[in-house]
């Protein structure tokens, strides 16, 4: 598949997520091991000291996480597991997830994440995950049956 197939086609799953679309996140990068999710930081996103709310820098490692595990087991994935470090306040103009496949094997992959606020063309490295991305079992429902 192309870089600009897997992209577009990235960009229309994320469109399909309502909760995506409700935060404003943007594919900006999807090939074969690399992601990059964006997000414009907005007074809705934060919390009560000004910076931006842990859950949104969770959700982005979420989700790139997965897109990057996605690029090798496929579209049929969910995630297993991740863990998150928050390393400094998030604040600025837009959130920049940037997500690599450190190893994939039949049925998961490994992948790790680092997210970066961009403040007046300045990006400061606020968060890091890894997580681990788990393909469907073939059958299986939505209610996990």
């Keep these: 598949m192309s870089a600009t197939t897997r992209l ?9 997520q309502p909760f995506s679309a409700l935060l404003g996140a943007e594919l900006a990068l999807w090939d074969d091991q690399h992601v990059q999710l964006e997000l414009p930081i907005r ?5 009560q000291f000004g910076f ?7 959700y982005l490692a979420d989700n ?7 690029g090798a087991l496929g579209p049929e994935i969910v995630t297993a597991e991740y863990k998150i470090n928050y390393l400094r306040p998030a604040q600025g103009e837009r959130l920049i997830a940037r997500a690599a496949l450190v190893h994939a094997g039949k049925n998961q992959a490994v992948c790790r994440c680092e997210i970066y606020a961009l403040n007046a ?5 606020c968060a890091a995950a890894q997580g681990t991305i ?9 209610n996990g049956a």
Excluded at 43 to 47: N, S, T, V
Excluded at 52 to 58: F, K, Y
Excluded at 64 to 70: K, P, Q, Y
Aim: charged letters at 15%; zero cysteines; glycine letters at 20%.
């Design 134 to 142: 788990a393909r469907l079992s073939s059958g299986k429902g939505s």
């Design 52 to 58: 931006v709310h842990g859950g949104v820098l969770s």
């Design 64 to 70: 790139a996480l997965t897109f990057a595990g996605g």
């Design 8 to 16: 577009e086609m990235g960009r229309a799953v994320l469109a399909m």
């Design 121 to 125: 063309g300045q990006e400061t490295l």
């Design 43 to 47: 007074a809705e996103l934060l919390q």
